[in-house]
């Protein structure tokens, strides 16, 4: 009886809580339990729980079974459209989680996923017709133990990936061409946009700012 009372009385706290604090507490309480079920699924550590040795096929079929059952759940539990503000550029490592880097499952973020952050014209262009259709902030980001900066070291790897070497070598040259846009270099100047650039620690996803003028 006395759990049961201890029990009523944290759920009665909590539905207070929203009543009183409403949003910050909402956000607050969806980001710990959303973090629960991270961990839940991040500690099994089998893609496929059927096979031990997958094939592609295997893996393309286990794929599709789990986009099914997470559909049909956003079939039931729709989820809120809302415009995104913030552009996020990030490596394709699978480390980085930009809902953990953000802190935030909503959906006001673009992000553009490519090996080493790289932009090509066209990541330029998005990134242009983004900030065209209202994002304000966009966010350049590289991380620690990024495997094509280190391709881009290793004169072995850069003859093997010459694309790839080259564009991360070219990184910096791509985003002063974003910068200098003149739909961006207005919005800027307006106060309407802000450019920003951060490293991202893959040992626990936390930001750290960057200066334009750090190599």
Same mark, same amino acid.
């Given at each position: 009886?006395?759990?049961?009372?201890?029990?009523?009385?944290?759920?009665?706290?909590?539905?207070?809580?929203?009543?009183?604090?409403?949003?910050?507490?909402?956000?607050?309480?969806?980001?710990?339990?959303?973090?629960?079920?991270?961990?839940?699924?991040?500690?099994?550590?089998?893609?496929?729980?059927?096979?031990?040795?997958?094939?592609?096929?295997?893996?393309?079929?286990?794929?599709?079974?789990?986009?099914?059952?997470?559909?049909?759940?956003?079939?039931?539990?729709?989820?809120?459209?809302?415009?995104?503000?913030?552009?996020?550029?990030?490596?394709?490592? !699978?480390? #980085?989680?930009?809902?953990?880097?953000?802190? +935030? %499952? &909503?959906?006001?973020?673009? $992000?553009? /996923?490519?090996?080493?952050?790289?932009?090509?014209?066209?990541?330029?262009?998005?990134?242009?017709?983004?900030?065209?259709?209202?994002?304000?902030?966009?966010?350049?980001?590289?991380?620690?133990?990024?495997?094509?900066?280190?391709?881009?070291?290793?004169?072995?790897?850069?003859?093997?990936?010459?694309?790839?070497?080259?564009?991360?070598?070219?990184?910096?040259?791509?985003?002063?061409?974003?910068?200098?846009?003149?739909?961006?270099?207005?919005?800027?100047?307006? !106060?309407? #946009?802000?450019?920003?650039?951060?490293?991202? +620690? %893959? &040992?626990?996803?936390?930001? $750290?700012? /960057?200066?334009?003028?750090?190599?």
């Amino acid at each position: 009886m006395r759990r049961w009372l201890i029990s009523g009385t944290l759920v009665l706290a909590v539905l207070l809580g929203i009543v009183w604090w409403g949003g910050p507490l909402e956000f607050i309480l969806g980001g710990a339990l959303i973090n629960a079920g991270y961990r839940l699924q991040d500690r099994l550590p089998s893609y496929d729980f059927n096979h031990a040795e997958l094939t592609a096929t295997q893996v393309w079929n286990e794929f599709l079974r789990q986009n099914r059952m997470a559909s049909s759940v956003r079939t039931l539990f729709p989820r809120s459209s809302r415009h995104p503000v913030v552009a996020m550029v990030t490596c394709m490592d !699978g480390r #980085l989680d930009t809902n953990e880097i953000a802190g +935030d %499952t &909503r959906r006001y973020y673009y $992000i553009i /996923r490519t090996a080493g952050s790289v932009l090509a014209e066209k990541e330029e262009e998005m990134l242009e017709l983004a900030v065209e259709n209202g994002v304000k902030v966009v966010v350049f980001t590289t991380h620690t133990d990024c495997a094509a900066e280190k391709a881009a070291q290793d004169p072995a790897q850069r003859a093997k990936y010459p694309q790839l070497t080259r564009a991360v070598s070219e990184r910096r040259i791509r985003l002063q061409e974003f910068l200098v846009r003149p739909l961006i270099q207005e919005r800027i100047r307006q !106060g309407e #946009l802000l450019v920003k650039l951060m490293d991202l +620690d %893959t &040992r626990n996803e936390r930001a $750290i700012p /960057r200066d334009f003028s750090q190599p």
